[in-house]
């Protein structure tokens, strides 16, 4: 059983079928299995900029489409193989844990261990690189 708990006019899809709440916050139980996931864990096409932003939404369209699953699901496996030779052990660990998500056909938590390497990965991408001296700055030290 899930309770979702949506924020007025907070959109989430349910089995593919996109649902928006009204102009009050509502709780919703849902009572069997389901492919759910709310409008702010999904990212726009033109976000897939990054590795890690591409396996993400493949991910995201494997669970809101399933009819796309099938084909989905190779380049799935090989992103997240590839983002796993990438990090560290720690980011490595959530690339994998999402594998077996993947395996289980869980593509929800799949993307949930798949939204920290993805804030970790902006991190990353937002770091400036370290002044560098030049070599005729060093003569002068």
């Given at each position: 059983m899930l309770k979702l708990t949506l924020k007025p006019h907070e959109r989430v899809v349910v089995n593919g079928c996109v649902i928006r709440n009204g102009d009050r916050r509502q709780?919703?139980?849902?009572?069997?299995?389901?492919?759910?996931?709310?409008?702010?864990?999904?990212?726009?096409?033109?976000?897939?900029?990054?590795?890690?932003s591409k396996v993400y939404f493949l991910l995201q369209t494997a669970l809101i489409r399933p009819e796309t699953r099938e084909q989905?699901?190779?380049?799935?496996?090989?992103?997240?193989?590839?983002?796993?030779c990438c990090f560290g052990p720690e980011m490595r660990s959530r690339v994998m844990v999402a594998a077996n998500y993947v395996s289980a056909a869980d593509?929800?938590?799949?993307?949930?261990?798949?939204?920290?390497?993805?804030?970790?990965?902006?991190?990353?991408m937002q770091m400036r690189p370290a002044h560098r001296v030049q070599p005729q700055q060093m003569a002068q030290v």
């Open positions: 709780a919703l139980t849902v009572e069997n299995r389901a492919d759910i996931v709310r409008e702010s864990d999904l990212l726009k096409p033109e976000s897939q900029a990054t590795p890690v989905a699901i190779t380049a799935i496996q090989k992103g997240l193989v590839d983002l796993a593509y929800y938590k799949a993307m949930s261990e798949m939204r920290v390497v993805l804030r970790y990965e902006t991190e990353l």
